[in-house]
């Protein structure tokens, strides 16, 4: 058979496509197989055997750990010393200097009333030291004899300035710490934030070797300091003697806790569970009625009864603000603690929507605002109350929230609240909505009589 002509292209040579073919590559189908840096695998593997969490400790997950960093959303200044620094999360800070001097004096005036040596502290702390480390949510990069002198520096300052500020006598004539109106106020609040703590049992140590006679309890002592800003009576006081905190922000927030917390079982009946209420100006338009009980036990106690909630009076100023939001910071980091603040930063926050929600408190003596204006104590409450977790089924006011929901919802509330907000509000209205009552009755007496005369005439 003959062979089929090669057809070639107009300008193209013929010996330009021979060319082509013999030098054009051959298909390739090579597969490029990616190996891992041997080198980078081995340090992974090494990072992986050997890394120990430090910002955030294994130490954070016991029940032992009660001394966390502010979660980041919490964070604002008043989280943060001003004055002092107590324990290690803001030691060494510039700001914080000016009292790392006092600390010093305080600890000699202590040495200088007491027989017991300055090495007596350190060797009576020294077998704590792996326990009370454990109590910080972070590594503390610190030797033994760093941290030692950290807890023993600390702890005698604070325990002289109890003792100073109980009895005045033991004041230097030029002691700032007492002359300066300023510095006081502001250490009752520090040794109250999270990130300022020292363990208590390691107080308690420090209190022991240096207790004198005539010293009653650390409990006590504290309390005692303490409610110097808050003012509550001395019997309440008292009562606090034997009472025992995990650090001085636990103790004083265990002081506001009723004694005998009723925690209602857990509602976990899809649909039946705890509801949030509403704010205060709806609440009151159902008919629903705030007021302030005589000596109650904590502003924590709150009830409701008969359509009315009892709320004890708070005072709201720079140390209870700065009091109650690390009380939150605490409960929502440790998981074996009660949430009590936390239930009540929630209802605040649940009852304030606006400034005149708490014009409303303020009228009812319920809130004494040494805070700023109205919005400023609303936006406070609503901060407080922001992001914050807890099962409000179980919390202690579930019980609260259900009944005062439960009245709101009834339409027979909410009608005979409309009829008293419309003519039972002021002495005006009720006169005259009796004017109108009596003139209807009568008028239904005449319609009567009439018609009795009418039939009796016909008979």
Known sequence: MKEEEEKIVPGINKKDIEDSKTTAPAASHVIDIWEPNKERQNFLRERISKTTPQQLSTAASKSTCCIFRVPLSFIGTSYKPRLVSIGPYHRNEPHLQMIEEHKWLYIGSLLSRTATRLEDYFKTIHPLEMEARECYSETINLSTDEF????????????????????????????????????????YRDFLLLENQIPFFVLEKLYEISKMPADQSLSLLAMQFFDRIVERPKEVIESFRHLKGLHLLDLFRLSFIPRDPVTPPFRGVRGTGTRIIQCISKLRRSGIKFTRPVNAESFLVVKFRHGVIEM???????????????????????KSFSKHVTTYATLLDCLVETAEDIEYLCDSNIIENDFGTEADIARFINNMGKDVVFDINRCYLSELFNKVDKYYQSNLHRQWASFKNLYLDTPW?????????????LTILQTVFDSYGVVHHKT
Do not use: Y
């Open 148 to 187: 030692l002198e950290m807890m023993v520096l600390d702890g005698c300052f604070i325990l002289e300035l109890f003792r100073k500020v109980n009895n005045s006598k033991l004041f230097s004539d030029n002691d700032p710490l007492a002359t300066m109106d300023w510095i006081l106020p502001s250490l």
């Open 312 to 334: 004890p009076s708070i005072t709201l100023n720079e140390f209870m603000s700065s009091f109650l939001v690390n009380c939150v910071a605490f409960e929502q980091s440790h």
């Open 429 to 441: 209205k009720f006169f005259s909505a009796l004017a109108a009552l009596m003139l209807l009755m």
